[in-house]
């Protein structure tokens, strides 16, 4: 199967203030394919990610230089709209935050807001991202009810179908299981590579068991820089730097 | 497109709407000089500060403010006297030492002191405290300055005590526990480190306090006496500032000489709270806690 | 030498504890005269009658009905201004000087005396914009005084929004004010109430800024457009108890009514609160 690149980014530099949290970052993410980035906390994974989808334009004082890039359009052109860009790039956080409203409305918002009116159609949709995100069987008797009532593990999948819902071509993940127990984090990433299947998904985790399990390509971040990028196999088994060799064998990190 | 345009529409829709309190600010400020300085075609600004006698209907009128300023000094003075201790001290109570449920009734408590009308404490200065301490000091009459500061004191403690509150419960546990770990009592923990630690929020707080009580009218409309004259003593009446404005308005003719220097007063009590507010403004401002090591 | 100091300690929360006790016993004092004193002038007739006799006599109805208009034509005047302000402010603003204009103008406009207020009022509503004195004279007066308390608990409710939820709105392609709209602003929507009311139940309360504004002396009829005078309750209290034709005879109908206020005041009061740490213990969970 051919697997084009869809998104990249090229010597991306990302300061807070004076501080520079990210230096130099080159990637490439392939079309359906899953790219885990690692690395110890404070490494920069999560503030790269956040990159991808400008997240971090909610935070003052902040830069971007270098080039990042969905298909052919620069993320940072002044020209591009920053709302069409999170609709195609969707995003699923480290704490499952579902709003305090029904399991139904949770899933409607987001084609909602981007404009969709048919009842029939959204019901249709709603139902269509509940069972991808393998959560239908569990919550179709109660979509009415609040989804705060779900468990964390639920919550996290509902998020993952919310974010389903408005067709994103790329999924962002931010350490998506790191709040849930084992069995939950199980089911999590076996929605994951069912999902590869449709779209592009970027994930930051700090375990790299589940790096190993869920990815086809990881990335090590330290330091804010990119220290490498290659195959998950090879990465894990001929790191070509010692200091990622260090890092996956659990010697520092 | 068309979503991202409303969002935008939208964002400036918002920012005129949070320029009205400025604006509104700037309208009074303009109104009240408006109407104010043209008291100064009659007198000089000096006779008008430092006159000492205010007989504005009498001809010639005499619009001399002194006596009022000085009434309204005394009358805030008198009351921080009171009302500081006891605001501060709750505040200390409140965010160190209550428990939990005592402190969750206390706290309404001090939320309804606040709420309770200004008219109904300077109606009780005047039907109750006036004849308690008229006999209790057998004095001529009860509606004085002394009786004015305790009810101003009533209005101020809720002030002083919420925002010294919001400042001591700030202060960091971290400071707290190294004070205690080094062998200090609470108590030693509270004087030495924590009060220290939330100086410059309690200062505002007492500022604000006091800022209430200046601007205060009915309780000093109802409780002071109403003599616009020099204090020689805290059982003196005297009339404050936002007293005259209030009683007067009703007599004086529209545009009269009378009507501008009424405005006039406007100005200089609006004057004494901005300064207030301003200082209060910059301490908490330049004195914000930044991170645990600052002091 | 521990003895000492802990003596002293002991000493030292006592005092506090006396102080804390003391607004207790100085705002039951106040209430128990009140209630004690107003209690006999209660009636059904005292709530549902005009004064009659020269305010010597009869009831209360039009200051009741006047200071429930005032109320209402505040919170039209200060809620959508407030909480437009609040979410400018919390949502929009970027740290910088015309955020601290602002924010200066806000702290400000909550340090101005009230008596200020009614001159602002009266010179510029009654006189300029040729309201006379009215109800929209007053409230508008009542509204801007009370912006700065509607502003302070909306943006505090907005604060409590947790971030996720608007970051998780965000990313899936939802404006900003949408994100405001359908997801900020409902949860913040009780806090901002809350708020309100707390700022609503001070306004009630106020006499300076409406004594030459919207208030009046004595009117026997109520009120059947904005543009008319009214009567209001703390206003009523100061007239009967100062200019009145029998200020000591009419002694239990200004305590009577002096009771219908702060039971007025504090039954909004005592709402918001309840509400309030109902919220909290919801938001614990």
């Not at chain 2, 529409?9 to 949070?18: E, M, N, P, R």
């Not at chain 3, 306004?203 to 005078?229: C, H, N, Q, R």
Request: charged share 15%; proline share 5%.
């Amino acid at each position: 199967m051919e697997h084009p690149v869809k998104m990249h980014t090229k010597d991306l530099d990302f300061f807070y203030g004076d501080f520079q949290a990210i230096h130099n970052v080159s990637i490439e993410f392939f079309q359906n394919r899953v790219t885990a980035l690692i690395g110890p906390s404070g490494c920069g994974k999560s503030t790269y990610l956040r990159c991808l989808n400008r997240m971090n334009d909610l935070i003052p004082g902040i830069r971007v230089s270098g080039n990042a890039m969905l298909d052919k359009e620069d993320i940072y052109d002044p020209s591009l709209d920053v709302v069409t860009l999170r609709r195609r790039v969707g995003m699923v956080f480290q704490k499952p935050n579902p709003f305090p409203k029904t399991i139904f409305e949770n899933i409607a918002y987001g084609l909602k807001v981007n404009g969709a009116k048919d009842k029939a159609k959204i019901t249709q949709v709603v139902e269509k991202s509940l069972k991808q995100a393998a959560i239908w069987d569990e919550v179709k008797d109660r979509l009415n009810e609040s989804a705060l009532g779900l468990s964390g593990g639920q919550q996290q999948r509902l998020c993952i179908a919310r974010a389903l819902a408005v067709d994103p071509e790329v999924l962002l993940m931010d350490e998506p299981a790191s709040a849930l127990d084992p069995i939950a984090t199980q089911k999590i990433e076996e929605l994951i590579t069912q999902l590869s299947s449709k779209l592009t998904i970027i994930i930051v985790t700090h375990n790299m068991q589940q790096a190993a399990r869920v990815s086809h390509r990881t990335a090590f971040f330290y330091m804010g820089k990119l220290v490498e990028v290659n195959d998950t196999d090879t990465l894990f088994t001929k790191p070509k730097l010692k200091q990622t060799e260090d890092y996956i064998t659990g010697r520092f990190g | 497109m068309k979503r991202q345009q409303i969002d935008k529409t939208v964002q400036s829709g918002f920012l005129l709407i949070a320029l009205f309190s400025i604006t509104a600010l700037s309208l009074i400020v303009l109104f009240l000089f408006a109407e104010g300085v043209p008291i100064l075609e009659h007198v000089t600004l000096k006779e008008f500060v430092f006159g000492q006698y205010w007989y504005p209907t009498d001809e010639p009128a005499d619009f001399g403010i002194f006596p009022l300023i000085l009434g309204s000094i005394c009358v805030t003075l008198l009351s921080g006297i009171i009302s500081i201790p006891l605001g501060v001290m709750t505040a200390i109570y409140l965010a160190q030492i209550a428990p939990v449920r005592v402190a969750e009734i206390v706290k309404p408590i001090v939320e309804l002191m606040a709420s309770m009308p200004s008219v109904v404490i300077g109606f009780f200065g005047m039907v109750v405290v006036a004849p308690f301490i008229q006999q209790l000091f057998n004095i001529p009459v009860g509606l004085n300055m002394f009786n004015a500061s305790l009810m101003l004191a009533f209005m101020a403690v809720p002030t002083i005590c919420s925002i010294s509150e919001d400042a001591i419960f700030s202060v960091p546990t971290a400071l707290e526990e190294a004070s205690l770990a080094l062998g200090a009592t609470h108590f030693e923990t509270i004087v030495r480190v924590i009060v220290p630690a939330s100086l410059s929020g309690i200062c505002t707080a007492v500022i604000l306090g006091l800022s209430r009580a200046i601007g205060e009218t009915m309780v000093v409309l109802m409780a002071a006496g109403g003599a616009a004259m020099i204090p020689r003593s805290i059982f003196d009446p005297v009339r404050p500032l936002p007293a005259s404005i209030a009683a007067e308005m009703a007599e004086a003719p529209f545009k009269s000489e009378h009507y501008h220097a009424l405005f006039a007063i406007g100005i200089v009590l609006f004057v004494f709270t901005f300064l207030f507010n301003l200082v209060a403004d910059y301490i908490s401002y330049r004195f914000r806690q930044v991170g645990e090591a600052s002091l | 030498m521990i003895e000492k100091r802990l003596r002293t300690q002991s000493l030292f929360f006592w005092l506090l504890r006396g102080a804390a006790t003391l607004n207790g016993v100085a705002l039951a004092i106040i209430v128990y005269f009140i209630v004690s004193r107003g209690w006999s002038a209660i009636s059904w007739e005292f709530l549902t009658q005009p004064p009659k006799d020269s305010m010597t006599a009869g009831g209360i109805l039009p200051c009741i009905v006047g200071t429930m208009a005032l109320c209402l034509t505040t919170i039209l005047v200060a809620l959508p201004i407030g909480v437009a302000s609040a979410i400018y402010l919390n949502e929009y603003a970027e740290q910088g000087k015309l955020v601290r204009l602002i924010r200066l103008g806000i702290n400000n406009l909550a340090g101005v005396p009230s008596i200020v207020f009614g001159l602002f009022g009266l010179a510029f509503f009654c006189i300029v914009l040729k309201m006379g004195v009215s109800i929209v004279a007053g409230g508008l007066t009542l509204g801007i005084m009370t912006l700065p308390v509607i502003i302070g608990a909306s943006e505090e409710a907005l604060k409590a929004v947790p971030q996720p939820y608007r970051e998780a709105s965000l990313a899936m392609g939802a404006t900003k004010w949408q994100t405001i709209w359908k997801v900020v602003l409902p949860v913040a929507f009780p806090g901002i109430i809350t708020g309100s009311i707390l700022g609503l139940s001070r306004a009630a309360g106020e006499t300076a800024p409406i004594m030459y504004t919207g208030a009046v002396f004595f009117t026997p009829d109520l009120p059947t457009s904005i543009f008319d005078e009214v009567m209001a309750l703390p206003y009523h209290i100061y007239v009967l108890a100062t200019a009145g034709t029998e200020i000591e005879a009419t002694r239990h109908l200004q305590y009577g009514t002096a009771l219908v206020l702060i039971a007025l005041v504090f039954g909004m009061n005592l709402a918001a609160i309840i509400m309030r740490s109902k919220m909290r213990k919801k938001l614990r969970i």
